[in-house]
């Protein structure tokens, strides 16, 4: 088992649900129930896989939860870019948003790679 807290993908992820947030707020009060609600859940996914995880008994179910947080990670990139095309954020917001999910990203790969 892994103290998910300690782990700085974790703390990242976190940091990129608040964002999220802040982000769809200042969305249309008629997505509530769309795009919104697609958007937060999955990026709730990304740290609520992580820590699901890292309470697992071996290093392989860990692994395998972090590959699901990597899926939520793509799936919520994907939203991020539907979003901008439907001119619900700017080409800028994208930008900075997915450089963070990018590396997000990378070090989920990091720790799939490790505890495999």
């Known amino acids: 088992m892994h103290n998910f807290k300690e782990f ?5 992820a976190i940091e990129l649900v608040k964002e999220i947030y802040r ?7 008629d997505e509530k ?8 859940r999955c990026a709730v996914s990304v ?5 699901e995880g890292s309470g697992r008994k ?7 939860f972090l590959s699901i947080s990597l899926g939520s990670q793509f799936e919520l990139e994907t939203q991020l ?3 901008k095309e439907i001119g ?10 997915t450089i963070e999910l990018n590396e997000i990203q990378k070090m989920t790969r990091t ?3 490790k505890f495999s």
């Open 8 to 12: 700085q993908v974790w703390k990242r």
């Open 111 to 113: 720790l799939i790679n």
């Open 23 to 29: 982000m769809t707020a200042k969305f249309p009060d």
């Open 58 to 64: 071996t290093d392989k179910d860990f692994s395998n």
């Open 33 to 40: 129930f769309g795009i919104i609600s697609q958007l937060r």
């Open 81 to 83: 870019i539907i979003s």
């Open 88 to 97: 619900f954020i700017s080409d800028t917001e994208l930008k900075t948003i």
């Open 47 to 51: 740290p609520s896989n992580i820590a």
